[in-house]
């Protein structure tokens, strides 16, 4: 998966990229990797973060994403990461505010 590479030649200045790949994927295709996409969602000024933000409010397991999701606020909260976590509630919020049908 092209999960913000981070290498001399590949790092920032493929992200977005990166972001429209896996915002593609198939909800399965990206479940082993929920916790790194949320981790893209520690700087929103990140290429590709926004994509990943939304990729998100469509993701169907819950349970899955809840779970991972709260190991993601925990680690927020003990780095004391607020603009994670504001980032984490935000997308919480709005995943709630959206009928799954």
């Known amino acids: 998966m092209f999960i913000q590479p981070f290498t001399e030649q590949f ?3 493929i992200w977005e990229n990166c ?4 915002s593609n994927k198939s909800d399965s295709d990206i479940s082993p ?3 790194e996409l949320l981790f ?3 700087d929103m000024n990140w290429p ?7 990729r998100f409010l ?3 397991n819950d349970s899955l994403f809840y779970q991972v999701y709260e190991e993601c606020e925990k680690m ?5 990461d607020e ?12 995943r709630q505010g959206i009928t799954k049908t």
């Open 11 to 13: 790092n920032k200045n």
């Open 19 to 22: 972001a429209v790949i896996l």
């Open 33 to 35: 990797y929920l916790k």
């Open 40 to 42: 893209w969602l520690q």
């Open 48 to 54: 590709g973060a926004q994509r990943i933000y939304d």
């Open 58 to 60: 469509h993701y169907e």
């Open 76 to 80: 927020a909260a003990n780095t004391t």
């Open 83 to 94: 603009i994670w976590l504001e980032n984490l509630f935000s997308l919480k919020r709005a």
